[in-house]
């Protein structure tokens, strides 16, 4: 790689036959500039996972966190319940709690200079406790996800975690869907007494890790 560049120095295609070979040559000749430009833009989709730790960075997944909760979760469970649930575990003083005395940590998503999610986990013992996982919603459907669930799991390996677990309200069949497909295994029921007269109601996912 040129140092500072996302580009390659080098691109090598493999031709099996003659007819493929002279293809890849009238691509190469008349549209040269299209596939610089087809690279550029693979290369700018790569994201970059900034742990957070600063009050700029920790007030910046509270705006988040609102907004998405905001727009995920209200349908589901209504806007008094999540009110309440921002308020208890993603406001500031929440999440700063969290870092300081509770072993959470929490990462910011960027791909193309802007903050495009969040993640935010906790180690138990020989699980990872993925417990925020979410990318706005106008930025889906892009790998983002994926991509940062690859960070996640690496991320767990190298601390010799035996698996990744998770919980998802019961009744977001999206998310449980593409957990799934993920390679997740629902372990089924689990319900949380949160207060205020609000309760958990979620299935228990859990990756594991070989």
């Known amino acids: 790689m040129v140092e500072n560049s996302l580009l390659p120095d080098e691109i090598i295609f493999c031709c099996f036959d003659d007819e493929n070979f002279s293809l890849y040559q009238e691509v190469y000749i008349n549209q040269s500039n299209h596939l610089l430009s087809l690279f550029a833009i693979l290369a700018s989709m790569k994201i970059t996972m ?4 600063s009050p700029g ?12 909760w905001n727009e995920h979760y209200v349908p589901i469970i209504g806007q008094e319940q999540v009110d309440y649930m921002v308020a ?10 969290q870092i300081e005395n509770e072993s959470y940590i929490y990462f910011l998503i960027f791909a193309e200079a802007k903050v495009v999610g969040y993640v935010g986990m906790q180690i138990r013992e020989q699980e990872l406790f993925l417990s925020k996982y979410y990318v706005h919603r106008s930025q889906r459907g892009k790998g983002y996800g994926k991509q940062a669930l690859d960070f996640i799991r ?21 998310s449980i869907a593409a957990y799934e497909k993920m390679g997740f295994l629902n372990l089924g029921p689990t319900v949380a007494d949160i207060g205020n007269g609000f309760i958990m109601d979620d299935y228990k996912m859990r990756l594991p890790l070989n």
């Open 57 to 68: 960075a920790i007030e910046t997944v509270a705006r988040l966190a609102e907004e998405i």
């Open 154 to 174: 690496q991320y767990a390996r190298e601390r010799g975690l035996k698996g990744i677990s998770l919980t998802v309200n019961k009744f977001n069949s999206n």
């Open 50 to 53: 900034k742990p957070v730790a």
């Open 88 to 97: 208890k575990y993603q406001s500031v003083p929440a999440i700063s709690n």
